[in-house]
């Protein structure tokens, strides 16, 4: 299996300069290469491991717990305008 | 619609759910906050929060899901759907992949056919699940960038999936407005679009009947109300026949509808084939969900609106047109419960509620349950037609000054001297006036014209400034004629 | 007396402070970090005039006596930056406390210097640090270990009495062990995971870092407990750790796994690591070798799941809310260079695999057959415990090496083998030291044990170390 870097760089959002995508490319393949043992060991009926304990049904009660953090949140904010979060325009109105 | 084909429609419905509080955090979930108000720093998806269940959300899924016919889980797990979009703070959703709350069920709805008989269809509903809800992207009248507010990020969706069972807008309206009464019934959502609380998509494709392999579909997102989703499947239809007539190939993709244009559009943005790399949330444990509970809360499911009605028609006569109406919102038929609950005749009830009574309160654009007239005072209203206190062209009248001054039709009539006139010999009086002032309708009478009679009640009750019992002066009239 | 205060334990501080004042303390750690902290750069943000503590309209216990916590970077507090040492975090301040910060305050404690890391815990020499490396304060040119290298190495230098980390696949117990200190990793639940900036979050657990076992338990005295806010916190009765501490390990039955004994494993840690097992059965305790064996595939399996939950919490991090962002004027391209720019190498490299062993196509080969053979790492465990009450073995296979040595990822990440077996099984561990080698670097001894039973680990540890009184101290504290 090798490691499609440029996809999968794409789907985590990370650009890669051309010496990173060759350097990464070759770490992440040989990282895959040994990570293959695992399909040597024979998993057959075996639950996958999720939660190292078996907790069930945690839950809250349906309560409003009012903790206001937009000020703080919005003064360290990378952009904002008014109450808002500032992105550059997002585009996906019809054509 | 080209006779050839048919059209394959499935819907999927988001509503939220009417809980106080979000779905993983105890941000409030009321509508109309000030921009990122609403919000805690779970909700945000701030580095190191963690979300908890909310118990009640839980309920209401499961409460919908047997009111829909689902299968309920035993066994539940929430997943993480990624996605990168400035109106998802943690750049996944908490969603529900392979194992949700509520498996298969249905939904019948009523359609009226061609003919006018009554057609009754049973849709599959594929899944409805638990998921939290991206917050709300702000572009208009903004040139350099977008806005984003998460008072709705975390909000607690349910979304239900329909079965590719649907074949035409009416049906997918009927669809809607089935599901809309049901879980308004359950009080599950208060399924208000304008606020968003219920948002629909629509996937559509077409294929020729007999066929039975499925057209490529294209899915339609922002519709706005269920007229919109009825009247974008019709074009998504006629537009994809069309191209399959000219011998093209229908493109996979998402189109918005444009409520104004009338038509659906390509998304401009390029979409990227998705791949959600779900998993389940190391941060939120598995749910399971014993009998005793889903005992307990069927127990709490009230009479949903086919069973209700039916109970109309069985026990107020009314017919199923005038039946379903009251039944489709949920608070109306509460309303027309509570008028007759006074001994009001029920069919002079649900016709002065459906007519006079939803007339002006559309136009004043008041919800039936913060109507000014009451269910008391309108049922004042009619019991004053009922014992023939008034006519009910005089109530016509009184109604609005009801609304205007909050006061009871007795009061107002009293005021007024609206009092119905049943003094015969009043009337008689009157009605001699007017036979010899009108002595051609007369003759027109008497040479077989039998219609000529109302228009000298007309006189009459013209005369008595409509105060006159309309009956007793037909009476008296024809009695007088003959 | 006054001049050394800085060389206090916790306990002592706590005892010192209640005697007198915490003023005293507070001053000798400021001038200790100002003399020290140039060399070795653990500490990563220090305010001299700011000491954090306890709303004052809350009720708050005098336990800790205002006595001051060092903590890790990846712990939110309230109002005060915190970057897990990235870039991409730069600037970023958390509206909130995490539920240990406010643990701290509520038991009377302060917090002062918060402690260089890997970025974002992804390490094991605390070089990945966007902010410059740490140094090994027992040699400079060494690492201190990583990922919670700057809380070990704050401790090791008498920076701090006492200070918080945080382990996913060995970050307390690596460092503990290269720099000499004590380091608990509690069992998965054990301590609430809110506010802890998440790297694995199926085995992220926050811990102590401290100068001796005593300060481990009573610093978990404060942390350890349910919270209502974390899911996957297990509400089990927390014992008083402090209580239990005795000098007794009589028939306590103790496991050398024989999978940790490999080629690979530097002779100077065997033989110390064996000769602390030999002190134990001198103490009373019996001595057998077992099998954990999927040991092997320990590495492989952490390397997916871990990276896995790390790429999904890391997809947060995209210049929309906080920290940096880079200035462009298309949407795509602020998350493409916010996070080229925002991330180093390191998280880089975990990020794209822990994306592609979720990728369509490729999830049932690695991720999932990853969570299953860590099933069967846990019945190991499992297994392990029915025959033994705990498990002994090196904490890792070397003592510090030299900045810059490990410049092949896959060699760093083996370097963590011995400790990323507790972490898939959720089991609690400490490594404290048991020796020096010859080039006078510290050796870890790690103990495992069974969920839950911290109190067992703390006791044997506790027995160990009065019986061995090691004396040796790092270079630059003797310096300094």
Known sequence: ?95 | MNQKYEAVIGLEVHVQLATQSKLFSGAPTHFGAEPNSNTTPICMGWPGTLPVLNEAALKLAIKAGLALNCRIAERLKFDRKHYFYPDLPKAYQISQYDMPVNGKGSLTIELEDEQGGLQIREIGITRAHLEEDAGKLLHEGIKDGSLVDYNRAGMPLLEIVSEPDIRTPAEAYAYLTALKAILQYLEVSDCNMEEGSLRCDANVSVRLIGETKFGTKTEIKNLNSFKAVQKAIQYEIDRQIEIVEGGDRVVQETRLWNDVKSQTFAMRSKEEAHDYRYFPDPDLVPFTIDRETVEEIQKSIPELPAARTQRFMKECGLSRYDASVLVGDKKLGDYFEAVIATGADSKLASNWIQSELLAILNERKIPIENSPVGADALAGLISLIQKNTISGKIAKDVLPMMFETGKTAEVIVKEKGLVQVTDTKLIEEVADRVLAANPKVVADFRAGKGQAVGFLVGQVMKETKGKANPKIVNEILTQKLS | MTDDLYKLTLTEAVRFAGENSAAPLLDALRDRVAAVNPKINAILRFDPKRVIQADPRETVSTGLNGVPVAIKDNICIDGVETTCASKILKGHIPPYHAAVIQKILASGGTLFGQCNMDEFAFGSSSETSAYGLVRNPWNTECVPGGSSGGSAAAVASDMAFAALGSDTGGSIRQPAAFCGVVGLKPTYGRVSRYGLIAFGSSFDQIGPLTKNVEDAALLMNVIAGHDPMDSTSVNVPVPDYVKGLKRDVKGLRIGLPEEFFIEGLDGEIEKSVRQAAETLKRLGAEIKTIQLPHTPQSVAVYYIVAVAEASSNLGRFDGVRYGFRADTRDLKDMYLQTREQGFGAEAKRRILLGTFVLSSGYYDAYYLKGQKVRTLIRHDFAKAFEEVDLILSPTAPTAAFKIGEKTDPLSMYLSDIFTIPANLAGVPAISLPCGVTSEGLPIGLQLMGRHFEEETLLRAAYTFEKEIQLKQKPQVVSAG
């Open chain 1, 1 to 95: 299996m090798s490691f499609e870097i440029e996809k999968i760089a794409q789907l985590a959002r990370i650009k890669l300069s051309e010496e990173e995508t060759q350097k990464l490319g070759s770490d992440l393949n040989a990282i895959l290469q040994y990570i293959e043992q695992l399909g040597r060991i024979p998993t057959d009926g075996v639950e996958p491991t999720s939660h190292v304990f078996n907790l069930e049904n945690v839950f809250r009660k349906d309560e409003v717990k009012p903790v206001n953090v937009r000020d703080k949140a919005l003064e360290h904010a990378p952009l904002r305008e008014s109450f808002f979060f500032k992105v550059p325009k997002v585009v996906d109105k019809e054509s």
